[in-house]
């Protein structure tokens, strides 16, 4: 009898351990995708989420990190996602050149490297998840045209805040994109251009241009906290009402600027960041699951303005969705 309960506890005890070298060998196997963005805005924290979305319906673990628009860091990311063998990257790469080199490091030790928010000048990414950066601008740029052909009789001085130092490529064809549009008065002209991509950077930027440049009377921004500041600059300087803010991006600040009784922001083309985290996820996905996707997908942006009040309360309710 004891011989036999001697053998019944190592049947048991031998199943606990198989169980548990089971779960492990799961736990293992679950895919690793680390979701790499640059920068803490509105934008990001929603690509984010579109990424934790993704990443729940497909059960994958994802590991998030921010490269804080710093070339160095994103470069020591990379290298320690190699290190610790994740299956796929997702990245918001900084350069469409330079950072190449380290993704490249990734794909060659089997890593799926997908980019969203810039597509890599190389072929080595499997999927590319981004914003069509020309439209954006021009569709910005098409509601600054009407509202000066209406307001100002196709006349008007232009101000533009872009990004160049930091992001040269998006910035360009943003801003090639708003000028596309604007181009076609030929009463318009632009009488400064520069970079100042945070709130407070623009805050000073657009002081300084509506101090030495009196004559502006349009003020185009390329990214959220470009548009912020200038918004609070014309406030600050008592235009409001004599020069009018036109932006790229959105956030629930810029919408309330939309709603609010100051009328200085008119217009702003958002992106949609939220389907492009989990695009962009559910591309990796895919790919390292042997299925076919597409190579480059570029999303259309969408006009928020202040003609239209009701689409733009509709635009914070939707936010507030995805935001939790």
């Known amino acids: 009898m004891a011989k036999l309960i001697k053998i019944v506890l190592l049947i048991i005890t031998f199943s606990v351990l198989l169980a548990s070298c089971t779960s492990k060998k799961s736990e293992h196997t679950k895919k690793r995708i680390a979701g790499i963005v ?19 319906k497909y059960d994958i673990e994802l590991l998030e990190a921010n490269s804080a628009n710093k070339p ?65 601008g021009a569709s910005t740029g098409k509601a600054a045209r009407e509202y000066i052909e209406k307001k100002l009789g196709g006349r008007a001085k232009v101000a533009i805040i872009a990004f160049q130092s930091q992001l040269p490529e998006q910035s360009s064809v943003r801003s090639n994109g708003f000028k596309s549009e604007i181009s ?30 009196p004559g502006v009377n349009i003020v185009w ?13 014309v406030k600050n300087a ?28 008119q ?6 960041p939220f389907e492009i985290g989990s695009m962009a996820i559910e591309a990796a996905v895919k790919v390292l699951k042997g299925e076919k996707v597409e190579k480059k997908v570029s ?26």
């Open 267 to 272: 217009a702003i083309t958002g992106q949609r």
């Open 38 to 56: 640059f920068q803490e805005d509105q934008f990001f924290r929603l690509v984010l989420f579109g990424m934790r979305d993704a990443a729940g």
């Open 221 to 233: 921004c390329a990214n959220e906290g470009g548009t912020v500041g200038a918004v609070m600059a």
């Open 72 to 136: 160095d860091k994103e470069v020591q990311l990379i290298n320690t996602y190699i290190a610790n063998n994740v299956d796929a990257i997702a990245i918001a790469p900084l350069s469409a050149r330079s950072s190449v080199n380290a993704l490249e490091r990734a794909h060659e030790k089997g890593i799926t490297v997908v980019t969203h928010n810039m597509t890599l000048e190389s072929d080595l990414a499997a999927a590319s998840i981004e914003s069509d950066q020309f439209d954006i």
């Open 184 to 213: 076609k008065l030929p009463g318009v002209t632009i009488v400064a251009e520069q970079d100042a991509w945070l709130a407070e950077q623009a805050v000073k930027k657009v002081g300084d241009i509506l101090t030495a440049n």
């Open 299 to 324: 999303l259309p942006g969408f006009l928020l303005s202040r003609e239209k009040p009701d689409e733009v309360k509709q635009f914070k309710e939707r936010l507030k969705e995805m935001s939790k």
């Open 238 to 265: 008592g235009k409001a009402g004599k020069i009018a803010v036109f932006g790229t991006d959105t956030s629930e600040q810029l919408a309330a600027f939309l709603l609010d009784d100051v009328n200085i922001l």
